[in-house]
């Protein structure tokens, strides 16, 4: 056997491990359709046609009924049910009442459609406190996907019976069998993964199984006496892994490596100064928001009451908390710390969470009265928290890029009306956002 049989041999098992990882790359990136967060984009091929076709995906679709799944979990559960009026409405039977063109922009720029006077859209943003729904950055796949969850839980018929007065009970009635198709999309999931690790375990298996085959080989090879000393060097050739780690080239490449982490984490940390997103302290009473606003739907304004109305969202006083804790729960450990705050007269020291700098002004009122901006767009999905935590970065950059992306409302409202005509005759494909109203000037939040 010559050495270009024995470099032919290691090249066909070379390439005989590359197949089969590429095959477990190919089914990696099909599992990783429907993730966690949702659906990564451009690799939900159920619902493309059916966003194309201009109709919602079909609700025995168990790829696109999952996608949507997780990503109405993920973007909208905090202020929709399916059957039940949350925040907002509920969103059974809304591909009947509005065609998915429409409620994909709805989706992406809702603000955008009350200010251009659409009729469907003005009715339901007035019908509902004039609470703006906040923008989201998902595909029209995506959002085909959640149109296609939202049929698969309802049915036929559910939009229609609840815009007649129907209990939305008996919208949930009406398609008992919704639930049985996410069921199935759950299980197409989990099917998806098992054929993944078996591939990989297969794989693992082949590679390990051409090795032993390739040593035997060797042994083999050893022992024939018409091999050259070309195929003797090849045979009994070793890996010098001491010659390697003491090579120059590696060493650079390894300090090349340590100078490159440490100079990344070191600009992270000084990028960092100051910025306090995710924390979580502990207060001094376990007061839940996802019992409060979650579960028993509070409204924040109750509590917080001046955060329609002035600079700062106030934290409520003890006696706001006595309205119902006076009959409820009055024996439970939480309540009686509020009641010895009474009796001593002292404030409850609730620890602050949000924080932004002295030197930047921010107004509650004016976010969230006038610009119809909802709590949830800078506080996260505050209603599922049981303790609060800062949800945004709160950094300049973070408010900057809102006010660039988000438009205002001027319907009705003839101090903006120059305003936006002088917008329009420069920048007549761009929507009259914030940041067009001098939004983004220094003036605006630093003086």
Known sequence: MSSYRLRSFSHWLLALFLTFTAVGQVAAQDAATVSKDGVVPGQTAAAAPAAAAG???PAGDAAAVAAGDALFKGNCAQCHAVNDVVVGPALAGIDQRRPLPWIIKWVKNSSKMVA?????????????????????ALSDEEIT???AYVKSQTGPGAGTKQEQGGSPD??????????AGADDAAGAGKYVNVVLIVLIVVLIVLVVTLVIIANIMKDVLRGRKDLDGRDVELLDQKTDWMGILKSGWFKGVVGTLFVLVVLYESIQGIMAVGLTQGYQPAQPIAFSHKLHAGEHQI??????????KSKSANIPSANICMNCHSQIK????????????IQRQQPIQWVRIHNLPDLAYF??????????????????????MDVVYQYSALTMGWCINCHRETPLNTKGNGYYDNLVKLHDEANASAPF?????GGTECSKCHY
Do not use: W
Request: glycine content about 10%.
């Open 145 to 147: 996907s959640i149109v």
């Open 330 to 341: 009055t024996t439970s450990p939480e309540i009686k710390k509020i009641y010895r705050a």
């Open 170 to 179: 008996q919208g949930a009635q009406a398609n008992q069998g919704g639930a």
């Open 299 to 308: 409204n924040c304004a109750y509590c917080h009451t001046s955060v329609y």
């Open 433 to 437: 956002t914030v940041s067009s109203n």
């Open 55 to 57: 109709g919602a995906a």
């Open 363 to 384: 107004n509650h009122s004016q976010h969230t009265q006038v610009g119809g901006i909802e709590c949830q767009t800078c506080h996260g999905p505050i209603q599922n």
């Open 116 to 136: 251009s006077g659409d009729e469907y859209a003005v009715k339901l943003f007035n019908q509902y406190q004039k609470q703006q729904m906040p923008n989201f």
